[in-house]
């Protein structure tokens, strides 16, 4: 609408206390100024049933200790910690944490052929979400920890892999 409207956008956050202020202070048309409002309200009404569910997910799964561990784990906290939670289980069946990484389809696909090995990307087989989650989890590492350094590694590693996505 702001596009439609003529108004730039400068700012990469149009959410934020900036972006938030370009929407209350842009000249827009009556009818873009009508939906842009019509669109926030819809927004705020998302956030608030958003609150509501993640409340009642924290409620339910305070006393669960795998919850609670995973929480500790840089870039996992309250937001990835029930997706771990709910869609692996009791992590106790898995013998390893490499036969729970095979499982959410973290691991690299390896194909071999007599002395020749073909490293591919990760599997994508497992839970979808789970996998998400991870590399969302190891998007959000601050700088210096060896989480982010292990990841910045694989992903410049990855991107100037020939054939890479």
């Known amino acids: 609408m702001l596009a439609k409207g003529g108004v730039a956008v400068p700012m990469t956050d149009l959410f934020g206390v900036r972006g938030r202020l370009l929407i209350e202070t842009c000249e827009l048309g009556a009818a873009y ?75 690299p696909l390896d ?22 989650a991870a590399v969302e989890a190891a998007q959000r590492q601050a700088a210096g920890t060896k989480l982010r350094e292990d990841f910045t590694r694989i992903a410049t590693n990855h991107a100037n892999t020939p054939g890479a996505r």
């Open 33 to 107: 100024r009508v939906r842009v409002e019509s669109l926030r309200q819809l927004i705020a009404s998302f956030y608030r049933e958003i609150k509501l569910v993640e409340r009642d997910v924290q409620r339910r799964l305070a006393e669960h200790l795998g919850y609670q561990a995973i929480q500790r784990i840089p870039g996992a906290g309250p937001l990835f910690a029930p997706i771990f939670v709910v869609e692996i289980g009791d992590v106790t069946r898995f013998k390893s944490a490499a036969h729970l990484c095979s499982w959410a389809g973290l691991t």
């Open 111 to 132: 194909r071999e052929s007599d002395t020749t090995l073909h490293r591919d990307p990760i599997t994508n087989k497992g839970s979808r979400l789970v996998r998400s």
